[in-house]
């Protein structure tokens, strides 16, 4: 409560709000709903605008008293202060009652990302009766539900001292059927999207669902999510019918959102394709943000491939058209390999891509080129080089084997392969990749590994005396091989003795059984 003023002065003259403009009409309900909490703080204005020492001491005191409206607030101060503090509010008009400010995000966002608060005046109105008319409707349907319900089970009500049954008939059916229509449009209107569980959706009203159906006593029972439940329910009807429809293309959208590991599901949909004659670019589009959400599903590849031999056919004879497939599928792997540089599933489709599409191209090569210069450890890169080089059929032995010999492979090539290996092995000399590439370059020369045996002892120095030095223990595999080649068995065994000793102690089970198969 204030102090008295004991200084015999004058009282301070009740407080009046400050005369302002009148405000302007509000356009938007945030506007309006503004407009209210003003009215109802009629000092909360000048305080945002002046701050509390901005303010007349009046118009100061009056804002401070309003804090004690507060609930419980007033049963702090004694009974004399409180009889001061009403006196005071009455003095100044401050309402009993007040609004609480206004947030921004109070009324959420509408199907648009629109904020409702932005809406006219009407737009608000218009809106809430929708929300008011579905909520009606949603009561009349669950009434329905549960007399149709009750009718099904015989059920009755007392009339007097009779018991009448329930009953639904056809008009009550084809009355439901109306109002789920205009539940639907509502939510649609209301949400932007369509109504679920489909047993609200008017598009599936002639489909009788086929629910899932355990066994009796069954262990290992999969608790499935409802949305999920219904969704398969209806998957399952029009696959027994043998439907193929732009509905069941969406269904199978839906169901592929909620588990895109169903293998199923992505058959029914291709076969939905293939039957609609459905643009193959249009559904690769939708495939590509599927595949950029779950980056390690295998059933996005195998889908995709389908699509690819459904498609491919038609454009073979567009030169043009294949080669813009084949850059727009580079263009897509590439962004993949961005999220995950070693995603198995996308390596083993770009060698599909390769052979589907010819791309036995040196732009193909040189694109591995720039993922193993980023990684020089990319084994995935160095496989798919490998892949590229030496199965490319201009000159490849058709069905020739990984690491066989083929006396078709240019000797240019191999001594290409055998550089590029040897300079990215400089680069990381403990890299395993560059050097099983090394075994296999040579390999496919007919060359023996003795032709790498200098370059692979530059790595070792002094091996098994007091100086030795190993820069690389692959480099040690690769001379163990080179040795007993050459038949020195010794040199092959002291190799392989210091690996399990001491430079690859891990494995060194896996080099004393290479020492044993040198007998």
């Not at 608000?124 to 009349?140: C, D, G, P, V």
């Not at 598009?203 to 006593?217: R, Y």
């Not at 732009?246 to 839906?254: M, Y």
């Amino acid at each position: 409560m204030p102090p008295k003023n004991k200084g015999g002065g004058s009282r301070a003259k009740p407080a009046e709000p400050a005369k302002q403009e009148p405000p302007k009409e509000p356009q938007t309900i945030r506007e309006l709903e503004r407009q209210w909490y003003y009215d109802t703080n009629p000092y909360q204005k000048q305080y945002e605008e002046l701050g509390l020492h901005g303010m007349s001491p009046a118009d100061r005191q009056a804002f401070l008293n309003q804090e004690y409206l507060k609930p419980g607030a007033a049963k702090t101060l004694s009974n004399k202060a409180q009889k001061e503090l009403w006196k005071q509010l009455n003095e100044a008009n401050v309402p009993l009652r007040s609004l609480p400010s206004v947030r921004d995000n109070q009324w959420g966002i509408d199907k648009n990302g629109r904020n409702v608060g932005e809406y006219t005046i009407d737009e608000y109105r218009a809106f809430e009766a929708k929300k008011t008319q579905l909520l009606r409707l949603s009561e009349e349907s669950w009434i329905f539900k549960s007399r149709r319900q009750q009718a099904t089970d015989g059920d009755g009500y007392l009339v007097g001292d009779t018991v009448q049954p329930f009953s639904c008939t056809e008009d009550d059916v084809e009355a439901e059927k109306v109002r789920r229509r205009e539940m639907a449009q509502l939510k649609k209107d209301l949400y932007g999207v369509k109504t679920d569980p489909y047993g609200l959706d008017p598009d599936w009203d002639d489909v009788v669902p086929i629910p899932q159906v355990d066994p009796e006593g069954a262990l290992a029972a999969i608790a499935y999510p409802d949305d999920y439940a219904e969704a398969m329910s209806y998957l399952r009807a029009v696959m027994a019918a043998k439907e193929y429809s732009p509905r069941c293309l969406k269904l199978t959208e839906r169901i592929i959102s909620l588990n895109p590991a169903h293998y199923t599901v992505w058959l029914y949909r291709f076969s939905i394709i293939e039957a609609l004659n459905i643009s193959i670019l249009d559904e690769i589009d939708w495939l590509n943000n599927v595949s950029l959400t779950h980056i390690k599903n295998y059933q996005i590849w195998n889908h995709r491939q389908l699509l690819l031999d459904h498609y491919y056919p038609t454009i073979t004879i567009a030169p043009s058209e294949v080669a813009a497939l084949g850059e727009s599928e580079r263009a897509f792997i590439k962004q993949m390999l961005e999220l995950d540089a070693k995603n198995y599933h996308v390596w083993s489709y770009r060698q599909y891509l390769v052979r589907k599409l010819d791309l036995w191209d040196d732009a193909e090569r040189q694109s591995m080129e720039t993922l193993i210069h980023e990684d020089v450890r990319n084994n995935s890169a160095w496989s798919h080089r490998f892949f590229v080089v030496f199965s490319d059929p201009a000159y490849a032995t058709p069905d020739s084997q990984a690491t066989a010999h083929d006396p078709q492979i240019p000797a240019d090539i191999v001594d290409r392969e055998i550089r590029y290996a040897e300079d990215k092995i400089r680069l990381a000399p403990q890299n395993q990749s560059p050097w099983n590439y090394l075994k296999g370059a040579l390999a496919k020369g007919g060359r023996p590994l003795g032709e790498a045996r200098a370059f692979g002892e530059q790595f070792v120095q002094d091996l098994g005396g007091d100086n030795e030095e190993v820069r690389s223990s692959h480099a040690l595999d690769l001379l163990a091989d080179i040795y007993r080649e050459a038949g020195e068995k010794e040199k092959a065994d002291l190799v392989l003795t210091r690996l399990g000793d001491k430079w690859d102690r891990i494995r060194r089970g896996y080099w004393e059984y290479r020492r044993r198969m040198l007998d």
